[in-house]
């Protein structure tokens, strides 16, 4: 058996969520400092690859990434071309996995008590050490919760990948569209060994998850919190 | 040495409006919930931008809404005490009071967290986190935290409100020691008269956004200039006056006529004395008449560890009626003395003892 869907959606998550928790943090910690009905307009921008139907997001990066499109343009000069190769699964999965990441980046920032990061200020602290040193280590918790879920959201991507990196085996295809390929050829034991290790990965992260919040996760730094 | 502050900030209900300035000595700020206290602290800490005005420490502008100045709070070297200390739960005592010092060698912070860690006696607890400390602890760690930066002014936010009656009076000292070393502008704000009372000579009460007092503890006991004054400091007997001649005024809702000593300027409108100044006659001295002298009798009691609350009725002339006119406080010793004698008893308010509250 070909092992390199595993490894291509792997590299691709893993690659995703790192992507998606530098964007959702710097994102959240952005919106968070604002206010005003022009912000119910970014946070519906934010949210809407959680919503929208894979084609349409696939679709939309198309006439973004394509030859003609703005930053397909911009790479051509660079003689690079992102449509069809292995980083455009990485910019699919991280389109779709972001609202998560922001989604629980936002909520776990907004529970720090703000005392917290007013005792930083007037202890010379500046705004950038009072995110790195104060707010993100109390809101990790909730962080690292959003990070295992855009992890497993990059993980079972499928039609914007499909759309803007087709199935080229050993270079882009992962392990949900090895499943479809695999079905369309009437290879039933393949895709079901295929869909046995997504269901494995993706429960093992999610139970993982759910156990770790009910033990020792951020329910304990919130206690401590007074 | 000097902290001046001349602020003007809208709030929900109303707007925060006060000026005034601050030595080398603590000035507690005094009001009831609500009244604009912590949003007054934070807008001198630089959390929060006032609508007008200015504040300066020293020589230095910190705000000033004509010249368009706002320096940022982690430039204004103002320390800060919360209400609920704000120790950082991810970081151990040591690392909390040394968080306000990166820009200190290992060793000199070293230094100077071994040295305040000895002055708010935390000693042994460098390595514990804050959930590991009683509430006492904690607080006197926020305070090493605080003075860590040597700040030019500090800024105490009710304190000891979180902290219970044995912890509180241990606290107390800690910052009395504090501002006797301190010799820096320190403003502590508190809804406890006592507490504002054992700390500072000063007080500044502020009501709904203003100051409506200021000035030497005594002088604001002894003669609050406004009926809300009076009951903010603790005063618990009012009644409604009329001024009848030069050194007389008639309690209307005591339904007496008292002589008083404090000059009538304008109109009183109310007449009133702090529960514990209210003298009572024992029956077997002779002075059961004369001036400012009363019969009453006692219509319930409320009593703590040391002292009993008496609710008294005056009875000029007698009646069924166990509506209280005054409360008064004495010791349970005194009590024990004269519980037993019968009705009618007699009290004085003395004429030096009576506060007379304009409208």
């Given at each position: 058996?070909d092992?390199?869907?595993?490894w291509?959606?792997?590299a691709?998550s ?6 998606t928790?530098g ?8 919106r ?23 084609t349409?997001?696939?679709?939309l ?8 499109g703005p ?5 051509l ?7 069809f190769s ?5 910019i699919?999965?991280a ?10 980046a936002?909520a776990?920032?907004?529970q720090v008590?703000?005392e917290?990061l ?19 280590p ?9 990070m ?10 499928f ?5 803007l990196?087709?199935d ?6 992962t392990?949900?569209i090895?499943?479809y390929?695999?079905?369309e050829a009437n290879?039933?034991q393949?895709?079901?060994?295929w ?5 494995g990965?993706?429960?093992t ?5 759910y156990y ?11 206690r401590?919190?007074? | ?6 602020i003007?900030?809208?709030?929900a209900e109303?707007?925060l409006?006060?000026?005034f300035?601050?030595?080398g ?9 609500g009244?604009g ?7 001198i800490?630089?959390l929060?931008?006032p609508?007008?005005?200015r504040?300066?420490?020293?020589d ?8 368009r100045i706002?320096?940022?709070?982690r430039l ?7 209400q609920h ?13 040394a968080?306000?010092?990166p820009?200190l060698?290992a ?5 100077r ?8 006696h ?10 590991d400390?009683s ?10 935290r605080?003075?860590?930066?040597e700040?030019e ?5 009710e ?10 009076s ?9 501002f ?5 502008p ?8 006592e ?6 000579q ?5 009501s ?7 000035g030497?503890?005594?002088a604001?006991l002894?003669?609050?200039?406004t009926?809300e ?13 009329r001024?009848?001649s030069?050194n007389?005024v008639?309690?209307l809702?005591?339904?007496c ?6 000059a009538i300027e ?9 529960a514990?100044?209210i ?6 001295s002779?002075?059961?008449s ?17 002292r009993?609350?008496l609710?008294l ?8 009626s ?5 409360q008064a ?5 005194k ?16 004429p ?8």
């Amino acid at each position: 058996m070909d092992w390199s869907p595993l490894w291509i959606s792997l590299a691709t998550s893993i690659t995703a969520t790192a992507i998606t928790l530098g964007a959702g943090l710097a994102a959240a910690a952005w919106r968070e400092r604002r206010n005003g009905p022009a912000m119910a307009l970014v946070d519906g921008l934010f949210l809407l690859p959680l919503v929208l139907p894979p084609t349409v997001v696939g679709f939309l990066l198309l006439l973004l990434f394509g030859r003609n499109g703005p930053l397909g343009k911009v790479l051509l000069k660079f003689d690079a071309t992102v449509v069809f190769s292995w980083p455009a699964t990485v910019i699919a999965a991280a389109v779709v996995a972001f609202p998560l990441m922001y989604l629980t980046a936002r909520a776990a920032l907004e529970q720090v008590d703000s005392e917290y990061l007013h005792a930083a200020r007037t202890l010379g602290a500046t705004e950038w050490r009072v995110f790195r040193e104060v707010a993100l280590p109390l809101a990790w918790p909730g962080v690292l919760a959003g990070m295992i879920l855009s992890f497993a959201r990059a993980l079972g991507e499928f039609g914007a990948t499909l759309m803007l990196a087709g199935d080229i085996p050993g270079k882009t295809e992962t392990i949900p569209i090895a499943i479809y390929f695999a079905v369309e050829a009437n290879e039933i034991q393949r895709a079901a060994a295929w869909c046995f290790v997504d269901i494995g990965i993706s429960l093992t992260l999610l139970a993982g998850l759910y156990y770790w919040t009910h033990t020792q996760g951020p329910g304990r730094v919130r206690r401590a919190r007074r | 040495m000097a902290l001046t502050i001349q602020i003007e900030k809208k709030l929900a209900e109303f707007t925060l409006d006060v000026s005034f300035a601050a030595g080398g000595e603590p000035l507690s700020i005094l009001g009831p919930s609500g009244a604009g206290k912590s949003m007054l602290l934070r807008c001198i800490a630089g959390l929060e931008q006032p609508d007008r005005g200015r504040v300066a420490l020293n020589d230095h502008v910190l705000f000033d809404s004509e010249q368009r100045i706002q320096v940022p709070a982690r430039l204004r070297c103002i320390a800060m005490l919360f209400q609920h200390h704000a120790l950082f739960p991810h970081r151990t005592v040591a690392e909390n009071v040394a968080f306000g010092l990166p820009q200190l060698t290992a060793a000199e912070r070293a230094a100077r967290v071994a040295s305040l860690i000895g002055r708010t006696h935390l000693a042994g607890l460098e390595q514990r986190y804050p959930r590991d400390l009683s509430g006492g602890e904690q607080q006197r760690a926020a305070l090493a935290r605080a003075l860590a930066i040597e700040p030019e002014a500090m800024l105490l936010d009710e304190p000891l409100s979180a902290l219970d009656t044995h912890l509180r009076s241990q606290m107390e000292a800690q910052l009395q020691q504090t501002f006797a070393a301190f010799r820096r502008p320190a403003l502590l704000v508190t809804h406890n008269i006592e507490e504002a009372y054992r700390l500072s000579q000063e007080l500044l009460v502020l009501s709904r956004g203003r100051v409506v007092a200021s000035g030497p503890k005594q002088a604001i006991l002894r003669r609050p200039p406004t009926l809300e004054v009076a009951r903010l400091t603790g005063c618990k007997n009012f009644s409604r006056a009329r001024a009848i001649s030069e050194n007389m005024v008639e309690a209307l809702d005591w339904g007496c006529r008292l002589r008083v000593t404090q000059a009538i300027e304008r109109a009183p409108a109310y007449v009133g004395i702090r529960a514990h100044m209210i003298e009572f006659l024992e029956s077997s001295s002779t002075q059961t008449s004369g001036e400012n002298v009363f019969p009453c009798r006692l219509v319930r009691t409320s009593e703590t560890p040391f002292r009993i609350t008496l609710f008294l009725r005056l009875q000029q002339t007698p009646d069924n009626s166990d509506e209280p006119h005054l409360q008064a406080e004495v010791f349970k010793e005194k009590w024990e003395r004269f519980r037993n004698a019968p009705f009618p008893w007699h009290v004085r308010l003395a004429p030096n003892s009576l506060i007379l509250l304009p409208e």
